[in-house]
């Protein structure tokens, strides 16, 4: 029995990098008839079941935006008229429950698509091996944004050093935990410096990382930004907002200085704010007191300027009108 079982688990762990693709595109490439067949026959050998969706709870912790974007639509929309043609992956729980591991994005298009239950495999695996395949299953999207692959590498390397013996999803033995960082960059394809950089970016308070995420901040000063005790990152999210910029890397890194010596304070990282970019473009400021009567507390500074803009451009149109009647 116990042979059996060994067999199984071999089977098991031999298919799960072939799984590892990016499962969630398969529906939207099949109209163009590529990606589906050789996928279906791969996962051949697993057992694939129909489970509830009410009967699926995501991955705890899950780094990935689940968005109902566009591209979610399309999919939900593949789903409806072909079905998920790719089960997803999950393990059972404790409370007989599921834990989805792959497949958060087709899970969501199945709720979309109006149905109630999802095919999937399932998996008897570790919590470090689901949250590595977790992570693999996912890296490979096009569009990933700064703060998931900050909070996905470091599940990964924290999976990583937890198993200690193993670096993939076989029972293949590995060099010393320090080493984790090193099978995280092959396995992802960005150096072990750029690997360490995002999940810097970790420590980051939620709304600095999401002006990193839009592009509104620099990758290299949320770095070294992320460095700051999170008082001090308030303070200068708050500098930013009254100067109405972002910090250069060379800002950054004097803020840092200034933090590492003790001798930080919101007066001095206003000052450096202030300072004179070599290529910063000429700007009018607006001191936010003298317009905070017209705007929530916290709305943001992207919808005060384009409402100011808004209502400059309605002031400019009722000016011309007054001077052509006149």
Do not use: W
Not at 38 to 54: C, Q, T, Y
Not at 56 to 68: A, G, N, T
């Amino acid at each position: 029995m116990a042979e059996t079982k060994n067999e199984q688990t071999s089977e098991q762990e031999s298919l799960l990098d072939e799984l590892l693709g990016n499962p969630d595109e398969d529906n939207n490439r099949a109209e163009n008839g590529d990606g589906q067949s050789g996928r279906a026959e791969r996962m051949g050998s697993l057992k694939v079941e129909l489970i509830p969706l009410s009967l699926i709870d995501s991955f705890p912790s899950h780094p990935y935006l689940v968005s109902d974007n566009e591209e979610m639509l399309r999919l939900a929309e593949s789903v409806k008229e072909q079905g998920v043609l790719s089960p997803a992956i999950v393990r059972v729980k404790d409370d007989s429950r599921y834990e989805l591991i792959s497949g958060h994005r087709r899970k969501r298009a199945c709720e979309l698509a109006g149905l109630t239950a999802i095919p999937v495999t399932i998996l008897d695996i570790s919590n470090e091996q689901a949250a590595v395949l977790m992570v693999d299953s996912n890296c490979q999207r096009e569009k990933v944004l700064p703060s998931e692959k900050a909070h996905a590498y470091k599940m990964k390397m924290d999976a990583l050093r937890k198993q200690g013996k193993r670096t993939d999803l076989t029972s293949v033995p590995v060099e010393p935990k320090s080493r984790s960082n090193e099978q995280v960059a092959k396995d992802t394809g960005d150096s072990v410096a750029q690997i360490k950089r995002f999940i810097r970016l970790t420590e980051l308070v939620p709304p600095l990382l999401k002006m990193v995420d839009k592009g509104k901040m620099a990758f290299r000063s949320a770095v070294e930004i992320s460095y700051l005790p999170k008082k001090n990152q308030r303070e200068l999210l708050a500098a930013m907002e009254s100067e109405v910029c972002t910090p250069s890397l060379a800002q950054a890194l004097k803020i840092k200085q200034f933090a590492s010596e003790g001798s930080l304070t919101s007066e001095v990282i206003l000052s450096i704010m202030k300072e004179q970019k070599a290529n910063q473009k000429e700007q009018h400021r607006i001191p936010r007191e003298s317009i905070a009567r017209f705007f929530k507390k916290d709305e943001s500074l992207e919808a005060i300027n384009e409402t100011i803009v808004k209502a400059l451009d309605m002031y400019r149109k009722r000016e011309r009108s007054r001077e052509q009647t006149r």
